[in-house]
């Protein structure tokens, strides 16, 4: 919250998980507590950033020392989140938290330019105002961020990588390569966060799909690039990578292949783009009632997919507007020299 002089007021609980106060934090950094009966929070009381503003029963809870930090650690991990109201009472504030949910496991996470910290608790150091991507990083294997772990081991293909699925369309540009030479397609959640990958073998067939949250709406962006939220281009939904691998084969709108949770992540899709055209791909091409639902709960397209030949296929994208990708014209065949009639 914020109060009348512009103040981020940031509630904070004691051991008992009960209220325990605020500390004001004004806009040039200044701070300024306010607790019942003795002004100042106790150094152990603890900020909580999770949803419902409570934290789990189990599992992990990362603790920081600086709000800030905080904050950027609950937006990279999306794990639950303790603010100490002082950095160096963070042993003191996970042994408390512990003490009151014996099957939570914190992490401390500490900058380098803070205080350095003992015990058996699992700590976690990174940089002053480090990355999105540089925090997930550090708190992956920790926090058991399997997808995330999966998707870093890869590499981006090269142009030496002969993968099949490489040389549809950009496919390449959201694409990585295991040691293995399987191809990893990442999975976005509603908020085009990657919290899943697929993994296909060198042939391009499935293999296994790495996720964190088993009941999370996943998809896959063709290409990598969704588009901005004042994008305009048409966006089309399947959840059969076969189909939309033939879509981005053929047209230039953004395909994006549901791998889980097809209405849900096409509803997160509209909210995101309420004005963007939507077309939901029937690759059965009869009118699937699972489709027209899908279309029809987004205010969106359906889109008859006819899967029998490349001309068909076309044909039907023609038809719905899509935009065709453009095809590298046709080598001009070299004639053969003529033979030559002088003398050797």
């Known amino acids: 919250r914020v109060d ?3 103040h981020r007021v940031i509630p904070f609980q004691g051991r008992d998980g009960r209220f325990a106060g605020v500390r004001l934090l004004a806009r040039d950094g200044k701070t300024q507590d306010l607790a019942p009966g003795r002004g100042r929070l106790p150094a152990e009381a603890l900020h909580v950033i999770a949803p419902d503003n409570t934290l789990p029963e189990s599992g992990p809870v990362v ?8 904050v ?3 937006r990279a991990t999306r794990a639950p989140v303790a603010v100490a109201a002082e950095a160096a009472a963070l042993p003191a504030a996970a042994r408390a938290l512990r003490a009151r949910s014996p099957a939570v496991r914190p992490v401390l996470v500490t900058t380098r330019d803070g205080p350095p910290m003992t015990g058996a608790i699992p700590q976690v150091t990174v940089a002053p105002g480090a990355s999105t991507g540089a925090l997930r990083d550090a708190l992956a294997e920790v926090l058991e961020d399997r997808a ?3 998707w870093r081991a890869g590499r981006s293909p090269g142009p030496e990588d002969r993968h099949p699925l490489l040389r549809v369309g950009q496919l390449r540009r959201g694409a990585r390569l295991d040691d293995a030479g399987n191809l990893l397609l990442p999975l976005r959640d509603a908020g085009l966060r990657i919290d899943g990958v697929q993994v296909l073998d060198p042939r391009g067939r499935p293999v296994r799909t790495v996720t964190n949250r088993p009941d999370t709406p996943l998809g896959h962006v063709l290409g990598g690039w969704v588009g901005t939220r004042s994008s305009s281009g048409p966006l089309v939904i399947t959840d059969s990578l076969d189909a939309a691998v033939a879509l981005h084969r053929e047209t230039r709108a953004t395909v994006v292949q549901a791998a889980r949770g097809t209405e849900a992540l096409a509803r997160a899709l ?3 783009f309420p004005d963007r055209p939507m077309l939901v791909a029937d690759d059965a091409g009869a009118g699937d009632t699972r489709a027209v639902t899908i279309a029809r ?5 359906l889109l008859p997919l006819p899967m029998t030949d490349r001309q068909s296929l076309r044909q039907a994208l023609t038809r719905a507007g899509l935009p065709p990708r453009t095809r590298a014209p046709a080598r001009p065949r070299t004639a053969a020299p003529a033979p030559s009639h002088a003398p050797d």
């Open 148 to 150: 995330w772990q999966v």
């Open 297 to 301: 709960a987004i205010g969106g397209q």
């Open 63 to 70: 603790v920081a020392g600086d709000h800030a930090l905080g």
């Open 270 to 272: 509209r909210r995101r």
């Open 72 to 74: 950027a650690l609950a």
């Open 4 to 6: 009348d002089a512009g």
